[in-house]
T-cell receptor, first 115, second 112 residues
């Protein structure tokens, strides 16, 4: 069991749907991350939140909208996605507003399929 | 732009063998380097983190080294076991460690 919990584990949606991915951690970590991982590829950073504020956006399309309602929760709102957005979406957290030399802890991800 | 390369892409060894996984990176201005393992369909598990000022870290049968000036790291696994079978990912941390750039990984299979 991981200490970072992601729901749902699997999600199938149409290109016109709106859905949200959720991530929760109760380790008191102050930095949280979203990554996208395509099949047989390494994870790619999408967003970083530090102290509930967006600190890094890796030029992600606006159809992905992150939200950090409190220090334990991270959401990723999805709207009008494309088939190429099908991937494993991973959430991670680390202690401190800047990870510096703290390891990132990952959840098991949400496997997203766009029809 | 930081680029991370891992060699070999895949490795198959008999149980009990010692093995070395390699990672190289192009920009030596890093905060840290982390090694992760990923099991099929799962998230990443952090194995070792080496700070930029350190040369190596050890955890059990795992030893990771870092040569920042040459842009290289190695992960040494002693006495490999079938349970070690997984994909091993190297990631270098920039931007105060927040921004991880991953290599493509080494797929390890340990045969019993």
């Amino acid at each position: 069991d991981t200490e970072v919990t992601q729901t749902p584990k699997h999600l199938v949606m149409g290109m016109t749907n709106k859905k949200s991915l959720k991530c929760e951690q109760h380790m008191g970590h102050r930095a949280m991350y979203w990554y996208k991982q395509k099949a047989k590829k390494p994870p790619e950073l999408m967003f970083v939140y530090s102290y509930e504020k967006l600190s890094i956006n890796e030029s992600v399309p606006s159809r992905f909208s992150p939200e950090c309602p409190n220090s334990s929760l991270l959401n990723l709102h999805l709207h009008a996605l494309q088939p190429e957005d099908s991937a494993l979406y991973l959430c991670a957290s680390s202690q401190g507003a800047e990870a510096r030399n703290q390891p990132q802890h990952f959840g098991d991800g949400t496997r997203l399929s766009i029809l | 732009k930081q680029e991370v390369t891992q060699i070999p892409a895949a490795l198959s060894v008999p149980e009990g063998e010692n093995l070395v996984l390699n990672c190289s990176f192009t920009d030596s201005a890093i905060y840290n380097l982390q090694w992760f393992r990923q099991d099929p369909g799962k998230g990443l598990t952090s194995l070792l983190l080496i700070q930029s000022s350190q040369r190596e870290q050890t955890s059990g049968r795992l030893n990771a080294s870092l040569d920042k000036s040459s842009g290289r790291s190695t992960l040494y696994i002693a006495a490999s076991q079938p349970g070690d079978s997984a994909t091993y990912l190297c990631a270098v941390g920039g931007e105060y460690g927040n921004k991880l750039v991953f290599g493509a990984g080494t797929i390890l299979r340990v045969k019993s």
